[in-house]
């Protein structure tokens, strides 16, 4: 390995006050692991469209499917994981069941995401 290009701390001392500030901050493990779950939900493309499209509108698995061009079992598959995750729910209306975000939380994390990348 070349290590003429690796970045790496030619320093030896420690900077305490640093150290401290984050070190007092840093979020519990148990916190960080759910964290590392919601993001990993966001790691898949279907998901993503869906996630998008319910920013914009309320829809059935139908309209879902129809606007993916994928079968309703596998739109109900992703749902499901969204559901879970707490990122998608849903209401009745008679034999319809609509999905919408859960919260605008989660239409906040995907406009910064397609901020970031759009940079």
Do not use: W
């Not at 840093?26 to 319910?54: C, H, M, N, V, W």
């Amino acid at each position: 390995m070349d290590n003429k290009n690796t970045e790496i701390c030619s320093c030896y001392s420690i900077h305490e006050d640093a150290l401290k500030h984050v070190k007092n901050d840093l979020p519990k493990e148990e916190i960080l692991f759910q964290l590392a779950d919601f993001f990993k939900i966001f790691g898949d493309s279907t998901r993503l469209k869906i996630l998008y499209a319910l920013s914009i509108e309320e829809m059935c698995v139908c309209d879902i499917s129809n606007l993916l061009n994928m079968s309703q079992s596998a739109i109900s598959h992703q749902l499901k994981t969204l559901r879970q995750s707490k990122l998608v729910k849903f209401r009745r209306d008679g034999k319809v069941v609509y999905y919408s975000l859960d919260d605008d939380h989660i239409r906040s994390v995907l406009k910064q995401g397609f901020d970031h990348v759009m940079e």
